[in-house]
Nanobody, 119 residues
Framework: QVQLEESGGGLVQPGESLRLSCVSS????????MAWYRQTPGNERELVGS???????NYADSVKGRFTISRDSVRNTVYLQMNDLKPEDTAVYYC?????????????WGQGTQVTVSS
């Protein structure tokens, strides 16, 4: 059974940084893509950043230039370096892994880690 576990969330002040990590277990294969999403109460989960390879990365416009996603494909782990955090970045951040086993799609989610940006 594939499991994803996030860590690194917490309470920080505006302008500070955090680094989120997501460790996976139970997969015998390299995930096609990994991503970070975030969600605030009453809102849909939104994509923060996704990575397939170091040259195939996408970010939400709201985090471009401040957040950096990276992955260790051998260990099926993904990271999110968040700099210059703003109060509007406050959310629960979820790790995601997705792709295809042959023609069958898969997606896995972590339980989430809370990030709070407040003075």
């Amino acid at each position: 059974q594939v499991q994803l576990e996030e860590s690194g969330g917490g309470l920080v002040q505006p302008g500070e940084s955090l680094r989120l990590s997501c460790v996976s277990s139970g997969s015998r294969f390299r995930f096609d893509a990994m991503a970070w999403y975030r969600q605030t109460p009453g809102n849909e989960r939104e994509l923060v950043g996704s990575i397939v390879t170091p040259t195939n990365i996408n970010y939400a416009d709201s985090v471009k230039g401040r957040f950096t996603i990276s992955r260790d494909s051998v260990r099926n782990t993904v990271y999110l370096q968040m700099n210059d955090l703003k109060p509007e970045d406050t959310a629960v951040y979820y790790c995601n892994a997705n792709g295809y086993y042959g023609r069958r799609p898969y997606t896995y989610w972590g339980q989430g880690t809370q990030v709070t940006v407040s003075s």
